[in-house]
Each structure stands twice: as C-alpha cells, then as structure tokens.
T-cell receptor, first 109, second 112 residues
Framework: DAKTTQPPSMDCAEGRAANLPCNHS???????VYWYRQIHSQGPQYIIH???NNETNEMASLIITEDRKSSTLILPHATLRDTAVYYC??????????FGAGTRLTVKP | DAGVIQSPRHEVTEMGQEVTLRCKPI?????LFWYRQTMMRGLELLIY????????DSGMPEDRFSAKMPNASFSTLKIQPSEPRDSAVYFC??????????FGPGTRLLVL
C-alpha cells in the first residue's frame, strides 16, 4: 500500500534546480516525510526528512505544505551525478520504511 | 563508522543450493531490516528486527526464506533451496529508534 504518489520520471537541465513532487494526502500527524535516492542499484541513500517545517541540508531542501498533504524535494543546482531514482516515504518514527516506485530523475547536460 | 556491511557482494549459485547472505549493522543501531529489489517488484521489505528480535516477517516470500539475528552485530538471510526467481539484489539497513535508516551496498544474487 503506497502512502505516497510520485511522477514516474522527470528531466532536469544540468545546473538548474530539480523540483521533485510527492503527494501524501493520507499522512497522519505522527508521520515524517523522508526522501532517499538510489543511484544505479547502489543502496538507497538518505537525503533529508521533515515533519512540518521546511528543512535544508547540504544536499537538498524539503518543502512541506501547510496541510502536510504534499511535499517537494529541491536539488538547487542539479548535476549529472544527481541522476537517480528518488523515493518519497512517510513513516512514523518507530515503524518500518516501505518504498514505492519513486521518480526517475534524469539530469541532462 | 564503516556503515552497514554486507557480504558477499555478488553470489552466483545453482538452483537448489543453499544461499546465506550476511549483514553487519552500524554499531549501536538496534533496528535491522532486510529488503529485496527486483525490476518487477521494486524494493520490498522482507523482515525487520528490533533488539535482535524479529518484529515483522510478513514480507518473507515463503518458507524457503529465513532470517536470524543471533547478536546485535550480525544477521543472516538464508534461502534454502534457492530458485531462479530469487535472483535479486538484497539490501540490509539499520537505524536507531526514531533515527535515520542507512542501507548497505547490497548483495547481488543470481540463481541459475
């Protein structure tokens, strides 16, 4: 049962911002929004997570809408090495983490 | 810390053979997860442990699959007997309670 909906694929020009959307309309108050990415069959890599507030780290920014029903992951200056499958997951903190199909982001020169 | 360690990284075996995959979680992490990834089914959660105790094994496909965690620093996923449809990449992950989950590099299994 996927709790999130993401577009199957997106393209982005190198050097531009990549904005990856995620819908999680059934999210509950205790559930966090997590983002991971997987580069060519490597293990999924943690990017960022948040509960209500927008978050930023050295990799990306996470914008969560006020009603928490959707979020956007922003890679501010995409590079070719950001080409990967990006997963948006909602999870209560002590629960398990289940992955959907994700968004395949292709960064083009 | 070295991160989550998995071995072997690649395994090729023949149908009917026993396969054992190994995982060493990050030191201090008390949750351990086993996932399987295929093109058809994506990344599936098979089983997870908390403090070495299996919590949810509902994702284990059938009785041929078993997982153990004899201590806090080691877990195994065993397939006996193996079948070609078990070919996949198997990932192990670990975290602390309420923490971020970190994945290992995976074991690529091919059953001929």
């Amino acid at each position: 049962d996927a709790k999130t909906t993401q577009p199957p694929s997106m393209d982005c020009a190198e050097g531009r911002a990549a904005n990856l959307p995620c819908n999680h309309s059934t999210i509950s108050g205790n559930e966090y929004v997590y983002w991971y990415r997987q580069i060519h069959s490597q293990g999924p890599q943690y990017i960022i997570h948040g509960l209500k507030n927008n978050e930023t780290n050295e990799m990306a920014s996470l914008i969560i809408t006020e009603d928490r029903k959707s979020s956007t992951l922003i890679l501010p200056h995409a590079t070719l090495r950001d080409t990967a499958v990006y997963y948006c997951i909602v999870r209560e903190n002590n629960n398990d983490m289940r992955f959907g199909a994700g968004t395949r982001l292709t960064v083009k020169p | 810390d070295a991160g989550v360690i998995q071995s072997p990284r690649h395994e090729v075996t023949e149908m009917g053979q026993e396969v054992t995959l190994r995982c060493k979680p990050i030191s201090g992490h008390d949750y351990l997860f086993w996932y399987r990834q295929t093109m058809m089914r994506g990344l599936e959660l098979l089983i997870y442990f908390n403090n070495n105790v299996p919590i949810d094994d509902s994702g284990m496909p059938e009785d041929r699959f078993s997982a153990k965690m004899p201590n806090a620093s080691f877990s195994t996923l065993k397939i006996q007997p193996s079948e070609p449809r078990d070919s996949a990449v198997y990932f192990c992950a670990s975290r602390v309670a309420q923490g971020t989950q970190y994945f290992g590099p995976g074991t690529r299994l091919l059953v001929l």
